[in-house]
């Protein structure tokens, strides 16, 4: 018996073809975008995508990553992140970074010349396909969502559609809190510990 590759066979055509399901259009084949409806959908997809990524999450999150200075003293910001703050524990008092033309600026000195490189908590941007699948089952139903309140306007479909989509952040959530490996002890990256286990209570080997 042969298995497939990868289990994740969502891509922006099937998603696309989801979307116009819901709102009972017949499927395609290619990606037309010379189709003003298909690119319509097509952009509803991609907004409702990085909505969601912009919210921060396990997979998109990266804590404490270097950014570094070029040759004049800057930090170029890179094409494909969607938010950036001081870690945690540095002086972010002395430097508050937010993205201007393309570089990362301190409101604190009010200069996007660094003295020296930063630590940062990053949230990426990724490609549709790169999206663990529950979240482009979220994306789906987000986007689809907003196709059938603008494009069809049927009230008691855009309920529907926003109750699966509660149940698809839900598998969002559940899929953050087994990712995150997040405990009330507040233990970060770089850090390990032996969590109890009730069984060895009863152990009675030394």
């Known amino acids: ?20 399901g819901i709102i009972g259009q017949a499927p395609i084949t ?22 969601i990524q912009n919210e921060g999450w396990v997979f998109n999150t990266e804590l404490n990553y270097t950014l570094t200075r070029n040759t004049d003293n800057k930090i170029p910001i890179p094409k494909n992140m969607l938010r950036v703050d001081v870690t945690d524990g540095q002086s972010n008092k002395l430097s508050n970074p937010v993205k201007r033309n393309d570089f990362l600026y301190n409101k604190v000195t009010h ?23 529950v979240f482009k089952r979220y994306a789906v139903y987000k986007a689809g969502t907003r196709a059938a309140t ?21 598998a969002c959530m559940e899929y953050e809190c087994n990712q995150g490996g997040y405990t009330m002890f507040g233990f ?14 009863l152990s009675r080997v030394v």
């Open 188 to 201: 970060g990256d770089n850090t390990n510990y032996t969590a109890y286990k009730p069984h060895q209570g």
């Open 30 to 51: 290619t990606l037309d975008f010379t189709n003003p409806e298909i690119s319509f959908i097509y952009q509803l997809l991609n907004e409702a995508s990085k909505d």
């Open 150 to 170: 603008q494009m069809v306007g049927n009230p008691q479909l855009a309920q529907l559609l926003a109750a699966q989509e509660l149940q698809a952040r839900a």
């Open 111 to 133: 200069t996007d010349v660094w003295e020296n490189d930063i630590y940062a908590d990053i949230v990426w941007y990724f490609e549709y396909e790169d999206l663990p699948s």
């Open 1 to 20: 018996m042969t298995f497939p590759t990868t289990f994740d066979s969502e891509t922006e055509l099937s998603s696309v073809n989801s979307i116009l």
